[in-house]
């Protein structure tokens, strides 16, 4: 067996989950597991934090063999997650070789649904969250417009190649911008229903998640982490709307 | 408890919202439809909670319990990571409503409502946490306790005993 070639296979594997939004236990335990497939290990360790993985690997009477990654930009894609998934499942159960298990995770696609499908979802979850939150027809509507115009924000600053926090920022600034907008023309939507529908998509459900399951396995590092990312884009959103109050609200409202 | 036509359409919105939402986060084809019932129960357990007359978080509270116990068995089931279902699941009470109150009355110069809608935003999330944790584990200890040593050491002692007492 070609202990680089693991080595390679299993970082390349870590930094796929890692990038796309996986847990940190989930990560090292893959890893692990995937390392631990060698013969006579010596030493096999892994260690992942939230920005980055750490792996060594030395087989008796062979050199240390040892990798470092660095993460920085981090997304949620599941369909990824789930591919490293199964695939580093039928590695370790033996029923595909290293190579093939390498040449797969190369191979996965890095998006599932076409743009238009995703900025169409991000229209559903604006309309969707406006249904649920009790809005009338009226409201529902006006949430959809801003949930287009959400999405037109979403492109400028993907072409604009904005950070995560001036991205957050400026889109719910854009939703308090176009929601008040709206409001000036149509006089009984309710302000509170668009706005808190609208920023759905924005707001930090999966930080959370992970933040609770990370600490729970005891990754307090990724876990404290994971919190902070959660109140930052909170904070982004509480700005973006303020701004977006403070910039047309007075003439409106 | 009544289910009300009103509070249909609020679930199907709820369905709809999720399985957007799991389309936005690349969830594959054959996985958004449960995600999106996933989220439809949340919604459903987190307004019978308030018609019931409890609290925001209490609602919050029981409907992330909820989500986090159907993902765990969805994940047995399916064979998938649990976080595919409770990302998208957690999401109808997950408090954006109390983080844009908190802004608007702080530009309202109103502090007091704003105060109470930041503690509301902050224990929200605290309880969608705690629910989180609790399921995961109790799974984790169902899974992973040597719940058959423990059955099999107790039943041979037992047996010892007999033995010795004869």
């Not at chain 2, 699941?89 to 809608?117: N, Q, S």
Request: hydrophobic content about 50%; glycine content about 8%; some cysteine.
């Amino acid at each position: 067996m070609d202990k680089q070639l693991l080595m390679k296979t299993a970082a390349l594997a870590g930094e796929i989950m890692l990038s796309s939004g996986a847990e940190t236990y989930r990560v090292e335990n893959t890893m692990y597991l995937m390392l631990h497939t060698a013969e006579n290990i010596e030493l096999a360790e892994v260690f992942v934090i939230m920005t980055g993985i750490t792996a060594t690997l030395k087989i008796q009477n062979e050199d240390t063999i040892s990798v470092v990654k660095r993460v920085n930009n981090r997304s949620t894609n599941m369909n990824r997650i789930l591919e490293v998934n199964s695939i580093s499942r039928a590695y370790c159960g033996k029923e595909i070789s290293l190579d093939e298990a390498y040449s797969k995770l190369t191979k996965i696609k890095r998006r599932v649904y076409s743009n238009l499908e995703n900025r169409l979802a991000v229209i559903g979850i604006c309309t969707g969250f406006a249904i649920f939150f009790g809005g009338d027809i009226g409201d529902v509507l006006a949430t959809s417009a801003v949930g287009v115009f959400l999405t037109l924000c979403i492109t400028i600053g993907e072409k604009l190649h904005f950070q995560p926090f001036l991205q957050n920022v400026f889109n719910s600034f854009g939703i308090a911008f176009f929601s008040i907008f709206l409001r000036a023309f149509f006089a009984n939507i309710n302000l509170d229903i668009v706005i808190i529908s609208s920023i759905m998509p924005l707001v930090p459900g999966v930080a959370i998640t992970n933040a609770v399951r990370d600490s729970l396995q005891g990754d307090y590092i990724s876990g404290c982490a994971r919190i902070l990312e959660a109140f930052l884009i909170a904070a982004a959103i509480a700005i973006g709307i303020g701004l977006g109050i403070l910039s047309i609200g007075n003439i409106v409202i | 408890m009544e289910i009300t036509l009103s509070m249909i359409i609020k679930i199907s919105g709820a369905f709809l919202s999720i399985l957007a939402f799991s389309i936005y986060l690349e969830t594959p084809g054959k996985h958004i439809l449960k995600a999106g019932l996933v989220g439809a129960i949340g919604g459903f357990v987190y307004l019978t909670a308030l018609q019931f007359q409890k609290g925001d978080v209490l609602a919050s509270f029981l409907s992330a319990l909820t989500v986090a116990l159907i993902s765990h068995i969805f994940a047995r089931i399916y064979k998938t990571p649990v976080t595919l279902f409770l990302v998208a699941g957690i999401l109808p009470t997950v408090p954006g409503a109390g983080m844009y109150r908190m802004v608007y009355f702080l530009l309202l110069e109103d502090e007091t409502k704003a105060g109470y809608y930041m503690i509301q935003t902050l224990e929200i999330a605290g309880a969608i946490a705690l629910a989180i944790f609790l399921i995961d584990s109790i799974f984790r200890a169902a899974q992973k306790g040597n719940w058959k040593d423990l059955f099999l050491k107790h039943k041979l002692e037992r047996k010892s005993k007999k033995v010795s007492l004869k």
